[in-house]
C-alpha cells in the first residue's frame, strides 16, 4: 500500500481522479498526458511581471489605440481559443495530478515528489496534494524537504497529524525545546505515551533534569508507559553521568528481561563505565548465548580484555527522541502498514543521522516494499566502521540482486570479505550469489572459506554444508555431495530442504529408495503444503511402481504450483504408467508451454518431452534402455 494512503483517509489518487476529467474530455490518452506533463514547462508567472503587456512595451507606455476602430467597439476573442487556452491548462495540470496519482499507487515517492508539486501550481490549496508530497518526501528521507509543504499544510488544516508530526520533528532536530513544548501543546501529537517522553526528553534538553524526571515517574507510575519509559529514564540518568541509577534500573527484575539489543548494549556500556566489565560480559551471555554477532563478538572481546566501553548509546536528548521513534518503529514491524514503519524510521534518522538501527530499519522496510533501489541506498548508507556494515553489505547485495544486478551484488560482497576476511557468512554469502547463477565451481571455494571458519559446529550451519553439497551435485560430484547433505541433517535433521532434496537425489539415481521414500515423507510432515516436496513424494512412488499412490501425490503438487512445468511433466508420466494417456499428453504440452528463460534445464528437457508426445512414453524409455518401473 502506498505510504500517503495508509496515513490519511483518502488517498492521494482518490482526491485527484475527478481533476483528470478534463484532459480525458478532451480526448487525451494518459500516456498522451503524461508526456506532455513531462515536456512542458509547468504553467506560472514569474513574481512581480506585468501581466497583459509585451515584453518589448515598457510598463507604463500608452496603448494607442487606431482611429479607424470607434472607441466603443470592444474587442472580441474567439469562443475556440478561450476553449483551447483551458484545454491546455486543464490538460497539463490533469496530467501531474494524473502522473501524481499513478506514483502513489506505485509506492513512487520519487515521482510523488516531481510530479506532486506541478500539480499544486494549478491548486496550491489542495491539502490533499500537499500531504503527498509530505509523505513522498518522508519516504524519501527528505524530511528537511518536506518541512515547508508541512508548514503550508499546517496552515490549512491546523490539526493535520503529517505536518505536525514534520515540524514537531524538526523543531526537535533544532533542538529549539520552547518550540518542541509549543508544538505538544498546540497538538502536534505522536501519542499520548510519546508526547510525554518527548516532553521529558525536551526537559532534559533544556537543563531541567529534575522536571525529565518526574515526567518519567509520571509515566512509570502510569501502567502501559511504564516499561519504556523506565528504559528511558535509565538512558537519561546515563546520559547526565548517573550511571549508579541508570545500572538500577537495567538490571532491575522489571526490566533486565525485556532489553531489546540496543538496551543490553546500553547496559553493559553503564556497567563498564562503572567498571563492571565482567557483569557487563554476564549480561551478553545471558541475552545472546553463543552469539556469533561480529559487533558482540568484538564487545565481547574488548570487555574481557578490561578495556572500558564509554557510554554512546544516546549522545543527546535529540538522540533519546530518536531511539524513541526508532524503538516504535521496530515495535510496529510486522504488525501494521510497513510504510507506517518507514515513517518513524525516516524521523529517528533524521534527529540522529548516526543512528545506525534506524538505517537498517529503513533499508529492511524498503525490502519488504520491493523498492530495492532506495534499499540498497540506504544499506550502502551504514559507515564502514559501523559493527553493523557486513550486516549491511548482505543485504545490499540482496537487494541488488533482486534489482538483477547480480555481478554488482558479488562485488559488494567481494568488497566487504576483503575487509572482513574473517566473516563465514560474507564468505557464503558470496557462494550464494555464484550458485544462483550456477556458476557452481566458482561457488564452492567460498563454502570451503566459509566452513573452514567455523570454529564450533552449530545447528544454524546446516545451510552452508547443504548449499556447498549443491554445487557439488550439480557439478557430477556425488559422493561429495551426499557426504555434504548428510552432515547438514547431523547438524539439522528434520530439515525439509536437506531431506527432500537428498531424498530426490537418491530416487533420481534409484538408489537407496526406501531411505529416499523415508526422508521424503519426513519432509512433507514438516512442510505439508510445499508442491516441490510433494512432487519429489510422488516421484519416489513412481520409481517403486506406486502408480495410484505416485497420481495422488503429483496432482497435489500441481494443484500447489500449477504453473511449474517440471511438476506438470511428471504428472504426465505418472498418468501414462496408469493408462491414462490422453491425460499424460495433456499435462506434458502443458509442461511445455511453462517453460521460460528461467527453467533449469538440467530438471527439464524440452526435446524429450516433445519426443514423448510424439512415441509416448514407452519408447522413449525404450531408446534410453529403459522402462517403467515395475509395479
Known amino acids: 500500500m502506498p505510504l500517503s494512503n495508509s496515513l490519511r483517509p483518502l488517498g492521494l489518487a482518490a482526491l485527484i481522479a475527478a481533476a483528470t476529467m478534463p484532459a480525458l474530455a478532451a480526448g487525451k490518452g494518459a500516456g498522451e498526458i503524461l508526456a506532455q506533463t513531462a515536456t512542458d514547462p509547468p504553467f506560472e508567472i514569474p513574481d512581480g511581471a506585468p501581466v497583459g ?3 518589448e512595451i515598457p510598463a507604463g507606455t500608452p496603448v494607442q489605440i487606431p482611429a479607424e ?105 533544532e533542538e529549539n525545546w520552547p518550540m518542541v513544548d509549543e508544538r505538544l501543546k498546540v497538538g502536534a501529537s505522536v501519542g ?21 524526571v518526574a515526567h518519567f515517574d509520571a509515566l512509570i507510575d502510569s501502567g502501559p508507559g511504564g516499561q519504556p519509559a523506565l528504559i528511558q529514564k535509565a538512558l537519561a540518568l546515563a546520559l547526565v553521568g548517573d550511571y549508579e541509577g541508570a545500572a538500577a534500573i537495567f538490571g532491575g527484575s522489571e526490566t533486565v528481561l525485556r532489553l531489546n539489543r540496543a538496551g543490553v548494549l546500553a547496559f553493559v556500556q ?51 527522541i530518536a531511539q524513541l521513534f526508532y524503538e516504535v518503529g521496530e515495535s510496529l514491524r510486522g504488525e501494521t502498514d510497513p510504510a507506517l514503519v518507514l515513517l518513524y524510521a525516516r524521523i529517528a534518522g533524521y534527529l540522529d543521522p ?50 538483477d544486478q547480480v555481478d554488482e551484488a558479488i562485488a559488494v560482497l567481494t568488497s566487504a570479505v576483503q575487509l572482513h576476511p574473517d566473516s563465514p557468512v560474507l564468505h557464503a554469502a558470496i557462494g550464494d550469489a555464484l550458485r544462483g547463477e550456477q556458476r557452481y565451481a566458482a561457488a ?48 539439522s535433521p528434520d530439515q525439509p530442504s536437506v531431506l527432500n532434496y537428498l531424498g530426490y537425489s537418491l530416487v533420481e539415481r534409484r538408489e537407496n529408495l526406501d531411505e529416499a521414500l523415508d526422508m ?53 508420466d505418472t498418468y501414462w504408467a496408469v493408462g491414462r494417456l490422453r491425460e499424460a499428453r495433456f ?21 524429450r518431452i516433445r519426443l514423448k508426445l510424439e512415441i509416448g512414453l514407452d519408447a522413449v524409455l525404450e531408446q534410453e534402455g529403459g522402462a517403467l518401473p515395475p509395479q
Open 69 to 173: 476602430i470607434p472607441l466603443d467597439t470592444s474587442v472580441q476573442i474567439p469562443a475556440e481559443i478561450h476553449a483551447e487556452t483551458a484545454l491546455d491548462t486543464a490538460a497539463r495540470a490533469s496530467g501531474a495530478y494524473l502522473a501524481a496519482r499513478e506514483a502513489d499507487r506505485a509506492g513512487d515517492y520519487a515521482a510523488v515528489v516531481e510530479y506532486g508539486p506541478r500539480a499544486l501550481l494549478a491548486d496550491p490549496q489542495n491539502a490533499s496534494l500537499l500531504e503527498g508530497v509530505v509523505v513522498a518526501n518522508l519516504g524519501l528521507g527528505r524530511v528537511e524537504a518536506a518541512v515547508p509543504a508541512a508548514g503550508r499544510l499546517a496552515e490549512i488544516e491546523a490539526q493535520n497529524q503529517i505536518a505536525g508530526l514534520v515540524l514537531l520533528a524538526a523543531a526537535i532536530r
Open 354 to 403: 548516526g543512528h545506525v538501527g534506524a538505517t537498517l530499519v529503513v533499508a529492511q522496510v524498503l525490502d519488504e516494499m520491493e523498492r530495492y533501489d532506495l534499499a540498497a541506498e540506504a544499506y550502502g548508507a551504514v559507515p564502514d566502521s559501523s559493527p553493523s556494515w557486513p550486516q549491511a553489505q548482505l543485504g545490499r547485495a540482496a537487494a541488488l540482486k533482486a534489482l
Open 192 to 212: 499520548l505515551l510519546m508526547d510525554d517522553m518527548i516532553r521529558a526528553w525536551s526537559a532534559v534538553g533544556a537543563g531541567r533534569m529534575s522536571d525529565a
Open 520 to 572: 521424503i515423507k519426513r519432509a512433507v510432515v514438516e512442510q505439508p503444503y510445499d508442491g516441490y516436496i510433494r512432487d519429489s513424494l510422488g516421484w519416489v512412488f513412481y520409481r517403486l511402481g506406486r502408480y495410484d499412490d505416485a497420481v495422488e501425490e503429483m496432482e497435489r503438487a500441481v494443484e500447489l504450483l500449477p504453473l511449474e512445468p517440471v511438476l506438470n511433466d511428471h504428472l504426465g
Open 444 to 491: 564452492t571455494p567460498h563454502y570451503d572459506a566459509a566452513i573452514a571458519l567455523f570454529s564450533q559446529e552449530r545447528p544454524a550451519q546446516w545451510r552452508v554444508w547443504f548449499a556447498r553439497g549443491i554445487t557439488y551435485e550439480r557439478r557430477g560430484e556425488w559422493e561429495n555431495a551426499e557426504a555434504d547433505f548428510r552432515k547438514a541433517l547431523e547438524l
Open 270 to 320: 553503564v556497567l563498564s563505565q562503572l567498571e563492571r566489565n565482567p557483569d557487563a560480559v554476564d549480561v551478553i551471555e545471558k541475552a545472546f548465548p553463543g552469539t556469533e554477532d561480529p559487533e558482540l563478538v568484538t564487545l565481547l572481546a574488548e570487555l574481557r580484555a578490561g578495556k572500558p566501553i564509554p557510554f554512546t548509546a544516546i549522545e543527546g536528548p535529540r538522540a533519546g
Open 587 to 607: 499435462q506434458w504440452k502443458r509442461a511445455l508451454s511453462f517453460v521460460t528463460d528461467d527453467t533449469d534445464l538440467d530438471e527439464l528437457n524440452p526435446d
Open 53 to 55: 503587456l509585451p515584453a
